[in-house]
């Protein structure tokens, strides 16, 4: 049994076939109604065509690009870290031994020349090259103690940033290399300790711990000292500028009240001047009022009459 269906001419020049069932067909006709079968036989060839290689291709090349900006930027990163830190410490671990240590060598190589040999007991009296030798090995250990507190002091906190990442390679390599030189010198002291009396490597580390406990106390005692004598030089000046000020300011009022006198002096003076001078011009001035008005009389002088000549 056949079905009707019904065409639709859609705007752009298609026809829709709907049937009963209402499935609804598209068929794209060219303007002369005709459809055109070669176009979409040709998509469909171009679709079939296309090598899947390509795409597996073209997926390489995005995967490989965006690994390497990936690790590019991993990079930059790093090192802008490793430059954060390596100027956040600066040289915190550039150490380097105290002069002491090639002192100490001169004098022991001075010794030797002269006599003494390593290991020898000192007995009850210790020659000179002997306690030469032991005041510069203890002042060579004293001298370490800076650089040796310091590792010690750093190293907890290195370990634990370095477990952490959180410290660059460039800082984890310095406290390294500070360490093992640090290491070393605490062991070659010890060495030269055993050498110059056999066992004084046992306390020779804290024997310079006490000394220089003792010289740090000392150096600050001395500070403090020179600190009070200070704050007392300076405040015996403060105390001197502070009476000198008060002298001055009390020659100031008396000067002031001395000035004020002599002004108060003066335009009592220059006052009775002007009084006087005022007084003897209002005196002249009656006198020569006084002498116009004897010239006056005189002039109508006489019996009444009036002076001869007056009139011609």
């Given amino acids: 049994m056949s079905t009707t269906g019904e065409a639709t001419v859609n705007?752009?020049?298609?026809?829709?076939f709907d049937d009963a069932t209402g499935a609804d067909y598209d068929?794209?006709?060219?303007?002369?109604?005709?459809?055109?079968?070669?176009?979409?036989?040709?998509?469909?060839?171009?679709?079939?065509?296309?090598?899947?290689?390509?795409?597996l291709a073209i997926a390489v090349?995005?995967?490989?690009?965006?690994?390497?900006?990936?690790?590019?930027?991993k990079k930059r990163k790093?090192?802008?870290i490793d430059s954060f830190f390596s100027n956040l410490e600066g040289d915190k671990f550039n150490l380097q031994l105290p002069a002491a240590v090639d002192e100490y060598y001169e004098v022991k190589e001075k010794c030797e020349k002269a006599g003494w040999e390593p290991g020898q007991s000192t007995g009850a009296q210790p020659s000179p090259h002997h306690r030469a030798l032991a005041q510069a090995l203890m002042k060579r250990c004293i001298d370490?103690?800076?650089?040796?507190?310091h590792i010690q002091r750093e190293s907890p906190g290195m370990n634990k940033l370095y477990s952490q990442s959180m410290c660059s390679v460039k800082q984890w390599k310095?406290?390294?290399?500070?360490?093992?030189?640090?290491?070393a010198e605490v062991e070659e002291v010890r060495a030269e300790a055993d050498e110059v009396e056999p066992g004084w490597s046992q306390v020779i580390w804290r024997q310079a711990m006490q000394y220089s406990q003792m010289l740090k106390q000392k150096e600050e005692q001395a500070k403090k000292a020179q600190a009070e004598q200070q704050?007392?030089?300076?405040?015996?000046?403060?105390?001197?500028?502070?009476?000198?000020?008060?002298?001055?300011?009390?020659?100031?009022?008396?000067?002031?009240k001395v000035d004020a006198e002599?002004?108060?002096?003066?335009?009592?003076?220059?006052?009775?001047?002007?009084?006087?001078?005022?007084?003897?011009?209002?005196?002249q001035e009656l006198l020569k009022a006084e002498e116009r008005e004897k010239q006056s009389k005189n002039a109508f002088g006489g019996k009444g009459g009036i002076k001869k000549g007056f009139l011609g």
């Fill in 144 to 149: 370490d103690i800076p650089i040796v507190t």
């Fill in 78 to 80: 790093a090192d802008e």
């Fill in 61 to 73: 090349v995005l995967f490989a690009v965006i690994f390497i900006f990936i690790q590019i930027r």
């Fill in 174 to 183: 310095d406290y390294q290399a500070a360490e093992a030189m640090v290491s």
């Fill in 27 to 55: 068929n794209t006709t060219d303007n002369s109604g005709i459809p055109n079968m070669d176009e979409e036989a040709g998509a469909e060839e171009i679709i079939k065509g296309t090598d899947p290689a390509l795409y």
């Fill in 262 to 283: 002599k002004a108060r002096l003066a335009n009592a003076d220059q006052f009775e001047k002007d009084r006087v001078a005022k007084a003897e011009q209002a005196a």
């Fill in 11 to 16: 705007p752009d020049g298609s026809t829709t």
């Fill in 231 to 256: 704050r007392a030089i300076a405040a015996q000046r403060a105390a001197s500028a502070e009476k000198a000020n008060a002298e001055k300011a009390k020659y100031d009022a008396v000067k002031a």
